[in-house]
RNA sequence: GCCCCAGUGGCGGAAUGGUAGACGCGGCAGACUCAAAAUCUGUUGCCUGCAAGGGCGUGCUGGUUCGAGUCCGGCCUGGGGCACCA
């Protein structure tokens, strides 16, 4: 090899050369071998857009340094890839482009497939799914009659979010701040006929099992808390004034303020409000009016909290003769508690509110501490907080817990309420009014009603010949689809032409990974439980509620339904932070890309093609609309994908975001070069390992070696608990300590042989194409991929020597070398002995001197 | 409004209550070169001093401690989640 060829390090050769040879190896194949512990990591799956984003990258190049790691830990490794294929970008492009959606997303995955093999990502193909095969969806197809016979499906009609740019129903968990989460559009309340999921049937478990999550961020655990939100109150019934036995039921967590209420309001959806309606023309304007104020936050905000008498009253069965009128107002909903409340406006800010605007008296029953019973009032602010139960009969003199407490036993034991849980957490509508999506497997008939589709009829496979050219869903339009027969009653029926809500298919894809593609069986029960639950889950933290609440509620619900024998489908939880860029604007405000720009003299930027200035922004996650994107294709075929990994993986930790930068990429790439050029160098004048070694270079060969197997020592310790970046530096770190040496001629020669090794074998699972080129430029004839982690000598981890500082009054005096473990005493002595120390103390004698062995002598003056 | 998290050099970030700033980026100086690129070496928290040294430093402010970036209280700023949830 002449020099100039060896002086350059070509990612495109060297990475290709490699993946193929893993691919021929099979390297990454997931055996189903018992002798080895078995590990499951898996990366969430991507959604075929067409190409990979850098979200995409650091995503899959932290699974992959978590899979390769395991593996050379001897773990017994599954490691899959595969599509969420379904979705509306793929109809978006069908009604764009013509393009039928199908033939789009199997382009897609090629093109993506193609991209993540570039990558050099350590993952099973031979296991690879894509959702929208129907030997995918088959299966949940056959799940969803299952959850039918068990009571957690069911259809429901009920006001539901409508998204009118996709033309079909969301999801709670799918509309943030009152928009669709894709549309962005604000949604509208539709009364329609939904399937539903009785997610709410795990509120309790779904809860009370996030305690047992411990490898989840709690942040997300805490995300999933909050969105359950499980209230403990009080339901209780208060009779219709001159209705005999009516009565209206309310939810209350603060039963303690009963005698604090001075309204009782309904929701304009409630039964109640719909009956005062029908001889009330007044009330139906009303009504119909709140309709029509949005759900979007700013129209919470600053929508009015409205009420309307209905002129009915009732009596409050805590307060003997106590009469309260009856309100329908528009901040009740229907859908939370019982769709009533009661108002103690005197200790809830909105019932305050509405007090003060509708003249109703304001009553305080709780007295904050300390506060005085004949003067206390509240003005514009209610009272919330913690106090002592007045005013309140039988209450009177309670703390508010106490006071809770006895006002529910009074009630229950007058019988007319009772002790109630209640959740936030709504059943999930599935209906999608879509073309790409999984058919749902019903059959109406005009005769039998909802039938299922037998069970010998599945899959449900969607029609190809589909157009596109009208709005709303073709497979409601398609001529001939949805006509069947009944499959009870054999007269004509209608297809049910709702798909499911695409969140479905990712709710058990991790289960589906669990046995081989071989036959088409989804996943048996065995493979489930041979591979399942997750052992490390990586993704974004976006899916906080969505993906991981649905997938953990799937999980309960196939365990109940005989498929799996798991609780929990993800023992581990990593979510990575964004990928941020820059972001740079232009004379015209217009957002600009960073290829749009040109360096000026002296620092700051140009846009290219006008010459005109440009305002550097903050760093945002990478948009196409902020135009802050730096498309991966481009940095892997430039600097290869070590570069790219190396980079995701040294400057920020995972969880955290990240900032990507030229000078970033710039930097893992030129470490790229020198860690192969350090090598390369070597090789030629390494002696054979276990070669004798000259013993004036022993002190030399001694050093390194500490170093390295200190190395190894901290590198494991790192990886274990996903700190990438430190991991990183301290590899850095060692090859900075190599390359001090590399000039130290013979010496060199002796120690480079072992710690270049294990340089190169604690960089493999995160530039692996390097650290498998390099391994065979070390001599070596097989794979580094299939070769063991090292391990560090515990002889040369351990220090005779300690570096210990040396404090007065906690300020840093000074350092000592001290022998590992010496006594107290000792230790005491040489840090008085020190000079610095002596002319601080001033011939003082110390008023006390605390030692931490091996860390730390403070001399208190 | 409620809940949570984070504030450390010019920048990304390191630091089981025990030497703040590892590692990298950027900067500065130098070597190599006709020159540049690449590479290598040194240096780089701030103030002060010729120097040895000294002083100040982890958003602000109190506290606990022999010792606080780290623990506790109050505040400020930024970010995230939830939001008529009774």
């Known amino acids: 090899m002449s020099s100039s060829e060896s002086s350059r390090y070509s990612p495109a050769e060297v990475e290709a050369r490699w993946q193929a040879e893993w691919d021929k190896r099979g390297s990454f194949v997931a055996r189903e071998d018992d002798t080895k512990p078995k590990y499951y990591v898996l990366e969430m799956f991507p959604y075929p857009s067409g190409r990979i984003h850098m979200g995409h990258v650091r995503n899959y190049t932290l699974g992959d340094v978590v899979a390769r790691y395991k593996r050379a830990k001897g773990f017994n490794v599954l490691h899959p890839m595969g599509w969420d294929a379904f979705g509306l970008p793929a109809e978006n492009a069908a009604i764009e482009r013509g393009v039928h959606p199908a033939k789009w997303t199997h382009e897609n995955i090629a093109a993506m497939r193609t991209q993540l093999k570039s990558m050099g990502l350590s993952y099973d193909w031979a296991r690879e799914v894509a959702t929208c095969d129907p030997s995918y969806y088959r299966h949940e197809q056959k799940m969803f009659l299952e959850f039918l016979k068990a009571g957690l499906a069911y259809r429901k009609e009920s006001w539901v979010n409508w998204d009118p740019a996709e033309n079909t129903v969301l999801a709670n968990e799918q509309v943030v701040d009152g928009k669709g989460w894709r549309s962005g559009v604000p949604v509208e309340k539709r009364l329609l006929n939904q399937w539903n999921l009785k997610i709410t049937h795990y509120a309790e478990e779904l809860l009370s099992a996030l305690g047992k999550l411990e490898r989840w961020p709690d942040k997300v655990r805490l995300m999933q808390e909050n969105w359950i939100g499980r209230s403990e109150g009080l339901r209780l019934r208060f009779p219709i004034v001159g209705r005999n036995g009516e009565t209206v039921e309310v939810y209350t967590t603060r039963p303690d303020t009963l005698y604090g209420a001075s309204f009782v309001a309904v929701s304009i959806d409630h039964p109640l409000a719909a009956e005062a309606a029908k001889t009330d023309a007044t009330l139906v304007e009303f009504i119909a009016d709140c309709r029509h104020t949005g759900t979007s936050e700013a129209a919470i905000e600053t929508a009015e909290k409205k009420g309307y ?86 209450l009177d003199g309670l703390d508010v817990t106490r006071a809770k407490a006895k006002a529910i036993d009074m009630m229950e034991a007058k019988g007319t309420g009772k002790r109630a849980v209640t959740w936030r957490l709504r059943d999930w509508g599935v209906s999608r009014q879509r073309y790409w999506g999984c058919p749902i497997p019903i059959i109406h008939c005009g005769s039998c009603g909802v039938v299922p589709v037998p069970e010998k009829d599945l899959p449900v496979t969607l029609p190809e010949d589909v157009t596109f050219d009208a709005p709303g869903n073709p497979l409601e339009r398609h001529p001939t689809w949805k006509n069947v027969s009944c499959p009870t009653c054999g007269k004509p029926a209608r297809r049910e032409t709702d798909t499911f809500d695409t969140f479905f298919e990712s709710s058990w894809y991790f289960a589906r990974f669990a046995s081989p593609n071989t036959q088409d069986r989804g996943f048996t029960r065995e493979a489930a439980k041979r591979w399942l639950p997750v052992d490390q889950y990586i993704g974004g933290v976006e899916h906080a509620v969505l993906h991981l609440l649905y997938s953990r509620f799937f999980t309960r619900a196939l365990r109940d339904c005989g498929y799996l024998d798991i609780d929990e489908p993800f023992a581990g939880l990593l979510t990575q932070g964004m990928v941020c860029h820059e972001t740079y604007k232009n004379a015209d405000k217009a957002w600009i890309s960073p290829d749009d720009l040109t360096r000026k003299e002296g620092g700051g930027w140009i846009e290219t093609k006008t010459g005109g200035p440009v305002v550097v922004g903050r760093s945002e996650k990478m948009s196409k609309s902020k135009k802050n994107v730096v498309d991966p294709a481009h940095i892997i075929a430039t600097y290869g994908a070590d570069t790219a990994r190396l980079f995701m993986l040294s400057d920020s930790p995972p969880e955290r975001d990240l900032d990507w930068t030229e000078a970033g990429i710039d930097g893992a790439f030129r470490y790229l070069n020198r860690l192969w050029r350090m090598v390369g160098a070597a090789a ?115 220090q005779d020597n300690v570096t210990v500082a040396v404090q007065i009054n906690g300020k840093l005096a000074g350092t000592l070398e001290l022998a590992k473990d010496i006594d107290a005493k000792a230790a005491e002595n040489a840090a008085l002995a020190m000079p610095a120390v002596q002319s601080k103390l001033a011939g003082k004698t110390p008023k006390k001197v605390v030692v931490v062995p091996n860390r730390i002598v403070n001399v208190v003056a």
């Open 309 to 394: 008498a209905t002129g009915l009253t009732v009596t409050n069965p805590m307060v003997d003769g106590q009469v309260l009128p009856i309100y329908v107002a528009n901040f009740v909903l229907m859908e939370y508690g019982t769709g009533a409340i009661f108002g103690c406006p005197a200790h809830d800010q909105r019932d305050l509110d509405f007090a003060r605007k509708y003249k109703l008296p304001v009553k305080p029953v709780v007295l904050p501490p300390g506060g005085d019973p004949a003067t206390f009032a509240v003005g514009d602010t209610a009272y919330t907080d913690d106090g002592t139960a007045y005013n309140s009969g039988p």
């Open 684 to 798: 030629d004048t390494l002696p054979p390992s276990g070669a004798p070694i000259p013993n004036k270079l022993a002190p030399i060969v001694d050093d390194l070696r500490r170093r390295a197997h200190r190395t190894i020592a901290d590198v494991t310790g790192d990886l274990d608990r996903f700190h990438f970046n430190r991991a990183v530096a301290r590899i850095r770190e060692l090859t900075n300590a190599i390359a001090e040496l590399v000039g130290d001629e013979e010496g060199a020669l002796w120690v480079l042989r072992e710690a270049l090794e294990i340089a190169v074998r604690l960089v493999g699972p995160m530039m692996p194409h390097l650290a498998e080129e390099l391994w065979h430029t070390l001599g070596h004839k097989t794979l580094l991929a299939g070769a063991a982690w090292p391990v560090a000598d515990p002889a040369l981890v351990a």
